[in-house]
């Protein structure tokens, strides 16, 4: 194995899967392989600096495009599928080996029309749900409530479930009936690899029947390198787009009710009416990792309110390395890693009464965020990688696919 192609929608990154996909490209370029990265958007000049040759579209996200170019595009891409397919044709070697990140913004289940060839020697990281799931979160984002329905079932099929309304849901299952045509999933030889084993499970259970399922934890590191002693704070940190799929509502709603303070670091269609309804809350809006770092020092526990099953949840390993206690909705795939290492608390889904409950305990009682702080701080290394750790699990998935071990 000697060269490692990245395909992935993006190449600009805030982080998430982009800024996986970015550091899997560098880390690789680190250690001497030859990387090249496909991508539907532009070139980029710090990885062709670390000598990364980039192939871009010039294309923008579906969300950027007009409706028609979006269902046509985000349906199948030509371009997308002629880039990888072309890009295959002239350079594929029996060494090459192929990393594919997320397809849904601008690829398009056509990308795995193009990998058909080589899929014995690609390896998928499933970053959300798409790969099963038409709205990608398992999620009825109407009702707010995790979604238990078969996907493609008759009942997933009549289930009103898009963020949008039903035709955008009727596109939807029809892309799905696609991808699965294309990608065929049950018989695939391609490994996909989930951020952790609760996602596995969750992948599993909603009926994923690719035959090569692993998962590797995502790289996170601390905002600090000493512990944080949350103990002595008092405000209460959220960290995520504000959105109903994240929570915000409830975390803010819970924060009244508690009579706590908080600070939700963040963007998102939620933010004008949180403002405007919730002037004790601080909202600093988007942050950089040096200002979230400050944040963390002064802050007594991480709420992760989310009413969807967070596929990873970067920040949550990122602040548990700090120190911070973490107050997590259970559908969080962490969360079952959260009560068992005794690093902080679980609490249902659309509860903003209980997690108010929570936040009183935690607001109280010292000892307790003392004891969940020093759990976190030394116990986090078990629900995430270090980015040498990470790379290396990578690494020696690569080395199996060429020699036809996985």
């Given at each position: ?34 990387v ?68 849904a913004?601008?690829?398009s ?45 008759a009942?997933?099929?009549v ?41 596995e ?14 998962n ?9 390198t ?6 002595q ?6 960290v ?21 303070p ?7 269609e939620?933010?004008?009416r949180?403002v ?16 979230i770092a400050q ?73 307790l ?26 690494l020696?998935?690569f ?8």
């Open positions: 194995m000697n060269h490692i192609v990245i395909i992935h929608d993006s190449v600009e990154a805030r982080g998430g899967a982009t800024g996986l996909a970015r550091l899997s490209a560098l880390e690789y370029r680190k250690r001497g392989f030859r090249s990265y496909l991508t539907g958007e532009s070139g980029d000049d710090e990885l062709a600096e670390a000598g990364i040759d980039v192939h871009g579209l010039g294309q923008s996200k579906l969300k950027k495009a007009g409706t028609f170019a979006a269902m046509t595009k985000g349906f199948h891409n030509a371009e997308a599928k002629c880039l990888v397919a072309d890009w295959i044709a002239q350079n594929d070697t029996p060494s090459t080996v192929y990393h594919l990140h997320n397809w913004q601008i690829l289940p056509g990308v795995f029309a193009a990998l058909k060839p080589v899929e014995a020697r690609t390896v998928v990281s499933c970053h959300d749900f798409f790969n099963v799931c038409p709205n990608g979160g398992l999620l009825n984002f109407q009702t707010g409530e995790i979604c238990k329905l078969k996907p493609m079932s009942a997933c099929w289930s009103q479930c898009d963020r949008r309304n039903s035709a955008h849901k009727y596109w939807r299952m029809a892309r799905q009936l696609r991808l699965n045509s294309l990608a065929g999933f049950a018989q695939s030889q391609m490994t996909f690899v989930c951020l952790n084993a609760g996602m499970q969750v992948m599993r259970a909603a009926g994923f029947r690719a035959p090569n399922l692993v590797i934890p995502n790289p996170a590191n601390g905002y600090t000493d512990r944080v002693e949350a103990e704070n008092e405000a209460f940190l959220f995520g787009r504000l959105n109903a799929e994240k929570g915000a509502d409830i975390a803010a709603r819970a924060s009244r009710l508690a009579s706590v908080m600070i939700m670091v963040g963007e998102g939620m933010m004008d949180l405007a309804g919730y002037p004790e809350i601080e909202f600093p809006g988007f942050c950089t990792r040096e200002e944040l963390v020092g002064r802050s007594r526990a991480l709420v992760v309110p989310g009413r969807w099953r967070e596929p990873f949840g970067l920040v949550i390993a990122e602040c548990a390395r700090s120190g911070l206690p973490i107050l997590s909705s259970e559908p969080s795939t962490l969360s079952a890693e959260i009560a068992h290492l005794d690093m902080g608390r679980t609490f249902p889904a659309n509860s903003p009464d209980i997690l108010a409950a929570v936040l009183r305990e935690a607001a109280a009682d010292d000892a965020i003392s004891k969940l702080s020093r759990n976190a701080f030394s116990k986090a290394e078990n629900i995430c990688s270090t980015t040498a750790e990470w790379t290396e699990r990578f020696g998935l080395e199996q696919k060429t020699a036809g071990r996985a």
